[in-house]
Nanobody
Framework: EVRVVEFGGGLGQPGGSLRLSCATT????????ICWLRQAPGKEREAVAC??????ATWLRDQGRFTIVSDNDRSTAFLQMNRLKPEDSGIYSC??????????????????WGQGTVVTVSS
């Protein structure tokens, strides 16, 4: 059974940091691309970061503030968000795609999704 579970959402302070975790089971982690997508209230869902665990290739919407890494032994991907802004608020979902790219993956191309975790950036 495939499971994709997010951890680490919550309230962040402007200028602060949050670390989200995406723990997975049920598939061969390194054969997939792992992405974080965000949906803010009233806005369309957008990709925030992707990683190909097989070679560490990454794509980041904001290279100066966000980092994505994977722990392949634990089949887990992590999104580190620094210098948080209120516009970073939204529902963050971890999604998994059986693709060999980290770029421009349409939402319909993801095979598995987590339930999402809410991030609120506010003082």
């Amino acid at each position: 059974e495939v499971r994709v579970v997010e951890f680490g959402g919550g309230l962040g302070q402007p200028g602060g940091s949050l670390r989200l975790s995406c723990a997975t089971t049920g598939f061969t982690f390194v054969d997939y691309t792992i992405c974080w997508l965000r949906q803010a209230p009233g806005k369309e869902r957008e990709a925030v970061a992707c990683i190909a665990p097989v070679n560490g290739a990454t794509w980041l919407r904001d290279q100066g503030r966000f980092t994505i890494v994977s722990d392949n032994d634990r089949s887990t991907a992590f999104l580190q968000m620094n210098r948080l802004k209120p516009e970073d608020s939204g529902i963050y979902s971890c999604a998994v795609a059986a693709l060999d790219t980290v770029h421009h993956i349409p939402p319909d191309d993801f095979d598995y999704w987590g339930q999402g975790t809410v991030v609120t950036v506010s003082s």
